[in-house]
């Protein structure tokens, strides 16, 4: 990982263009430059969380949630999945290739369900929100990463594999309006055999010294431009209501600018 300090926001999109150029990037901002890279699984129940076992969460969150939302999902059976891992774990193609319940996970993970799926944007400004939404001191820190700075990737067997998931799915609207993106990482050929497969950390992959695959940039920017950014964004729409889109969004967005606009 590169660490880039930038004093003034007006610098970081000049920033962004030297460093990733022509690369396919995606974004994360966070509020607090100390935090690591972390999923909301990570941060709720820690780390090496068996797949089937957090599939198996899933399937017993279903019929809750479609029974209050009226929704309903197809997702694949826990048999089925079961003979998925299986799979990866004699070939992570099948991992790299393929990812089951991506759809319903994507949109548990967008209402607070404990997630493996760590959230990015296609968008440097969106992240940059996201950074600086609730910035209260310290260091902000907005990520770029790149899965394929030299156009291939290779997985080894007994090391974590992180894998991109792309937006063309069904999910809640907010996938859509933030241009939501989703990394999973995961060790899918443990080195014992006895070993289940497992949600693995992501920084577990970025520390790995590799200028072939997963390049990820970190810039650091100082939370007192956060009036600054947060007015700068709301120029072009980019507030919490336009991304959130719900009343408390729209309340937070209408009391900013009564107070910061006036």
Not at 43 to 60: D, H
Not at 219 to 240: G, I
Request: charged share 25%; net charge negative.
């Amino acid at each position: 990982m590169q660490e880039i300090e930038i004093e003034r926001f007006e610098d970081f999109e000049p920033w962004i263009n030297r460093t990733t150029g022509d690369l396919d990037v995606l974004f994360r901002g966070q509020s607090n430059s100390e935090w690591g890279l972390e999923t909301t699984l990570e941060r709720n129940f820690g780390e090496n969380i068996g797949l089937e076992y957090y599939y198996q969460g899933v399937c017993i969150a279903l019929p809750q949630i479609e029974t209050y939302t009226g929704e309903r999902w197809s997702i694949t059976s826990y048999d089925e999945y079961i003979n998925w891992v299986k799979k990866c774990r004699g070939d992570n193609r099948n991992f790299a290739f393929d990812f089951l319940g991506y759809e319903f996970m994507a949109y548990l993970r967008h209402h607070g369900f404990p997630s493996p799926l760590l959230d990015w944007s296609r968008s440097p400004f969106v992240a940059a929100f996201f950074a600086f939404r609730h910035a209260k001191k310290g260091k902000v820190s907005i990520y770029a990463y790149c899965e394929y700075p030299k156009q291939f990737k290779s997985g080894q067997s007994g090391k974590p594999l992180i894998r991109v998931l792309g937006p063309y799915i069904r999910s809640h609207k907010r996938h859509f309006q933030q241009q939501s993106w989703y990394t999973v990482c995961a060790m899918v050929q443990p080195p014992i055999e006895s070993e289940d497969s497992y949600y693995a950390k992501h920084e577990s992959v970025f520390s790995e010294t590799n200028d072939e695959q997963d390049a990820l940039w970190k810039f650091n920017l100082p939370a007192s431009e956060r009036e600054k950014v947060l007015r700068h964004l709301n120029r072009y729409n980019l507030n919490a209501f336009s991304l959130f889109g719900s009343e408390e969004s729209l309340c937070e967005t209408v009391g900013y600018n009564a107070f910061v606009w006036r």
